[in-house]
């Protein structure tokens, strides 16, 4: 992690890149503004802030940006415990992942947007088939990273283990898991970036509400600024959700990592 | 097998009974391509109550495999190893065993690696507390228990394993060239450690090494494995006392006769690098 002592030098790069989206920002400012681009197309900056400030001052925007962190928060939550859990008990008992691999194997390969309409004909449109949704884009993933990270653990550890005569379980515990700890990680933060493609598809595709829905919405009624800003926000939120898992990673981790 | 207490026979006046004994033991790997590889053939050892024990041989010998079927990790292809009085079968409380990269746990600090074997079988706190302190001190540890393996030295390393494996009071120790990763003077630290270790607490130990100095230096016996399929070549008997000096005549002699010995062995006609 990047220390506080090592302050970063502004590299010419640095400049560049910063001109680059200075340049960019300024062409759509202007382009929008003298009417060269039409503003159902593209936004301008100030418009795009506008906006942003307007449909969370007017009420707009909170009750939806809600509903879509709960959904996400429940689907995730859910697809953690599953996946983690099931990729115990995998690892506990190897002859359970041979009876389900195959029917795991085989859910995780249907494209999950392609039974978003059964999702709906089952739980509604409403926050069920959200959650659904996104516990599926996500609960392989990290089921699947927790058993491969199981399986990488050194064979000198199990030595060890054996050799102090821990049992299957206390094996699994104090041994398998804590070294699959960054391969859990690593699967619960791809499950993160997915879990939102999830929610917001599911949102756009049917729903009275979420961002998804908003965004759906801006869109059908050619306000460009709205789509801009719903489109940052979200990104931003799905930025902040993975570095919020990393940050856990780091808390649980830091301690025993070279660094 | 860890249920009940192993009963440890009070062997007072029978001197003559061996604390390990190998009797014809006989690996086979299957290797990739299905085809046999004959690790080690025929191995016939009996060690002592209290002695220390060294195995040398070439790179690739089996040395390794057969301190796995002695601990009880690694299962023979034929023959018996009995510890005690009890045949081999599994891995048990009175083995310990020593790894070569002393395979800490980097999650867990010095101290929780160290009781690790005493939290399994449940060991009461205060008496987990007291032994560790005792290893800590033994090991040269003391200040360094709550440290993390990534902070501390490879000798640091080295000396926490076998803290960890000492500390459950094994019968016999098994280590597998447990200083072969550590920079030359830390491995003169550590094996003039072990050998007073070894006087003090006068376990049986059985040692895998290839540094025929460091086996000579140590042990009351050497025993060198021939090449693949390995057979016992020769055995060497050190009877010198502690502490040893390393430039000690005798001991250089032997160390000279072993590697002249290894050298013939290798340079034998039936070569079985070539398969
Ligand atoms: N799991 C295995 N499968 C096949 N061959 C093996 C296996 N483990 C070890 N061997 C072979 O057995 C021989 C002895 O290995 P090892 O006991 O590790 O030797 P050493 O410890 O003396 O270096 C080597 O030639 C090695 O390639
Ligand atoms: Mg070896």
């Known amino acids: ?259 | 097998m860890s249920l009940g207490l192993s009963i440890r026979r009070q062997n007072k006046g029978c001197e003559t009974m061996p604390d390990i004994k190998i009797k014809n033991i006989n690996k086979t790997y299957t290797d990739a391509s299905g085809a046999p590889v004959e690790a080690i053939k025929d191995i016939n050892i009996d060690i002592k109550d209290g002695e220390f024990v060294s195995i040398v041989g070439p790179s690739g010998c089996g040395k390794s495999t057969l301190l796995e079927i002695v601990a009880g990790l690694l299962e023979q292809t034929s023959g018996e190893v009995i510890v005690g009085d009890d045949t081999v079968k599994g891995t048990s409380r009175d083995i310990g065993v020593v790894f070569q990269d002393s395979a800490l746990f980097p999650w867990k600090t010095v101290k929780k690696n160290i009781l690790y074997g005493l939290e399994l079988s449940k060991v009461p706190r205060e008496e987990q507390e007291e032994k560790l302190k005792n290893y800590l001190e033994l090991m040269n540890l003391t200040g360094f228990e709550d440290k993390y393996p990534s902070q501390l030295s490879g000798g640091m390393r080295q000396r926490a394993g076998i803290a960890r494996t000492l500390i459950m009071d094994p019968k016999v120790t098994l280590m597998d060239e447990p200083f072969s990763a550590v920079d030359h003077l830390t491995r003169c630290t550590l094996q003039e450690e072990l050998v007073r270790i070894h006087e003090k607490e006068k376990k049986t130990v059985l040692f895998i090494t290839h540094d025929i100095s460091e086996a000579v230096f140590l042990s009351d016996r050497v025993i060198l494995l021939s090449p693949r399929p390995s057979v016992v070549q020769n055995e060497y008997k050190i009877n010198v006392k502690h502490p040893r000096s390393r430039s000690d005549d005798y001991l250089v002699q032997i160390t000279a006769r072993i590697v002249a010995d290894i050298n013939r062995g290798a340079a034998a006609p039936e070569n079985d690098y070539i398969i």
Request: charged share 15%; glycine share 6%.
């Open chain 1, 1 to 259: 992690m990047e220390g506080k002592t090592k302050r970063k030098k502004i590299t010419i790069i640095n400049i560049l890149q910063i001109a680059t989206l200075a340049a960019l920002l300024l062409y759509m400012q202007i382009a929008v503004k003298t009417g060269a681009v039409s503003k159902v197309f593209l936004a301008a900056p100030t418009d795009i802030v506008r906006e942003g400030i307007e449909i969370i001052a007017d009420g707009t925007l909170i009750p939806h940006f809600l509903i879509s962190v709960e959904e996400i928060l429940v689907g995730y939550g859910l697809a953690t415990a599953v996946g983690i859990g099931l990729g115990i008990l995998w690892t506990i008992f190897p002859k359970t992942e041979e009876y389900a691999n195959v029917f795991c194997a085989a859910v995780m390969a249907i494209p999950k947007v392609a039974i978003l309409p059964l999702l709906i004909l089952w739980f509604g449109i409403g926050f069920l088939s959200k959650v659904v949704l996104i516990f599926l884009f996500a609960v392989f993933t990290i089921l699947y990273n927790t058993v491969t990270g199981a399986k990488q653990c050194k064979e000198s550890y199990l030595k060890v283990a054996k050799v102090f005569e821990a049992t299957n379980i206390e094996t699994v515990f104090t041994v398998i898991l804590p070294s699959a700890l960054p391969s859990v990680f690593n699967g619960l933060r791809l499950a993160a970036a997915t879990a939102f493609t999830g929610v917001v598809f599911s949102e756009m595709q049917s729903a009275k509400a979420g961002i998804g829905f908003l965004l759906s919405e801006a869109q059908s009624l050619l306000n460009s600024s709205r789509v801009f800003f719903l489109i940052i926000l979200i990104t931003v939120m799905s930025v902040v959700f993975v570095k919020a898992i990393s940050l856990v990673e780091y808390a649980i981790c830091h301690k025993w990592r070279r660094v």
